[in-house]
C-alpha cells in the first residue's frame, strides 16, 4: 500500500518528516496529535486522551455527534467510537509516548490508514456547538436582556471559541440590538483569558483605527466593557478620545424640545470611560468652562449628560479649575454651585469633598451627611 496517496493530505504533511525517516512509531504519534486536535478544534474542548474523547462524543448530548442519535442503533455506533477512540489512547498512543516502541511499515500503514479512516468519520460528523447557529440567539430580537440569561449562554461557548464569537459580535455589532450585545459581550469577557482578550482588543482597535464615524464609535462604546478601554492600542485610543471631546465640546441640548442638538456621540460615553481617558483634566476644564461660559443649551447639554459624570472622576483627586469653581461659589454664596456641591457629598460621609471644602463648608451648618437616600 502506497501510505501517501491513500490517506488525506493534511495527515500525511503531518506524519511525512517521521515516516520517510523510517520512524514509524513517531509517525503514529503525529497521527494521533492530528486526531486530538481535531477533536479540539471541532469542539473548543480542551484536555486529551480518555478526557477529551468523553467530553466530546459521550452523554446525552455530545458534542461530536456522528448521527441523530434516535435509535438504538445510532446510539450504538455513537458510543462504539468513542470506545475505539478510547482504546486508540490506550492501545496505540500511550504505549508509543512512555515506553521505547519500535513499529515496522507494515504496522505503520494499518495503524495511520486507520486514523485517517476515523478522521474523515469526524470530519463529517454534526458538531454541538456551531457559531453561525449560536450567533443567531445572541442577535435574535427575543434576547433577554438579564445577567443571569447572558451568563447561561455565554456558558454554552467551549473555551477555545469563546474569542472567535467575541470578534464576531464586534464586526457583526451593526446588525443587532446594542443593549443586548452589551449584555452578551459582559458576560462573554468575564471568560476571556488574557491572551485572547489581546486578540479581541487588536480586533477593536483596527475597527477604529481610520474611522471617524459616529455609529461605528458608539456601538463600539456600548458593546465593550468600559472597564477595557484601556486596552484599545494607544495610538487609537488618543485619536478616538479626541474625537469624542470635540464632539462634547460642542453638545448643546434644547430642554423644550428634548432633544440633543449637538454632541449626541459624546453622550455614550459612561464616568467608567471618563477614568480611563488620556487627559481627565482638559476634559474637567472643558466641561467646567461650558458649566460657567456657555449658552443656556450648552449648560443644559452638561447638566444632563456630564456634570455627575465629571464629578465622580475628581472625587478622589480634584482638579484645581473644578476645585476653584466650587471655592469661588462656596465663596460668593452663589446659590446653584453651593447646590450643585451640596448634592455630591450630602449622601456620602466619607466623600473627600467633605475635608477639601471643610473652611468654606463652615458657612453651611445646614449641610450635613444624611442616610436617608429617598
Known sequence: MDLKISIEQELWEIIEKNYENENYSGAILDAM???????????????????????????????????????????????????ILRGLYTAIRNPRSHDKYIDTKEEADSIIYFIGYLLIIIGKSKVNFEESTFL??????????????????????????????????????????????????????????????????????DELKYTSSDEDIR??????????????????????????YENVKSGKYDVSNKTCRFGSLGTWITTEHLKKFENVNDWTFMIVNKIQKGTPEEK???????????????????????????????????????????????????????????????????????????
Open 33 to 83: 496529535h492530528l486526531l486530538a486536535d481535531t477533536i479540539r478544534n471541532k469542539t473548543g474542548l480542551e484536555g486529551d486522551g480518555s478526557s477529551l474523547i468523553g467530553q466530546a462524543f459521550g452523554g446525552e448530548n455530545p458534542k461530536i455527534q456522528l448521527n441523530k442519535l434516535q435509535t438504538e442503533s445510532e446510539k450504538n455506533i455513537q458510543k462504539g467510537m468513542q470506545d
Open 136 to 205: 443567531k440567539r445572541v442577535f435574535e430580537k427575543y434576547y433577554v436582556r438579564s445577567e443571569e440569561y447572558s451568563d447561561l449562554l455565554v456558558n454554552e461557548i467551549p473555551k477555545r471559541q469563546r474569542v472567535n464569537i467575541a470578534i464576531s459580535v464586534i464586526l457583526q455589532r451593526k446588525k443587532g440590538d446594542i443593549y443586548n450585545l452589551s449584555y452578551f459581550m459582559k458576560a462573554l469577557f468575564k471568560k476571556l483569558e488574557e491572551n485572547h482578550m489581546i486578540q479581541v482588543y487588536k480586533v477593536v482597535s
Open 219 to 244: 456601538t463600539i462604546i456600548h458593546i465593550l466593557p468600559h472597564e477595557y478601554w484601556g486596552k484599545v492600542e494607544r495610538v487609537v485610543k488618543i485619536r478616538i478620545e479626541n474625537i469624542l
Open 300 to 374: 443644559n447639554y452638561v447638566e444632563k449628560y456630564f456634570w455627575d459624570k465629571i464629578c465622580e472622576v475628581n472625587s478622589q483627586d480634584i482638579h484645581h479649575y473644578l476645585k476653584w469653581f466650587f471655592k469661588d461659589g462656596l465663596k460668593n454664596k452663589d446659590e446653584v454651585i453651593v447646590k450643585k456641591l451640596e448634592s455630591q457629598i450630602i449622601f456620602d460621609e466619607n466623600h473627600r469633598w467633605w475635608k477639601v471644602f471643610e473652611e468654606e463648608l463652615k458657612d453651611f451648618p445646614e449641610i450635613k451627611y444624611s442616610d436617608f437616600l429617598f
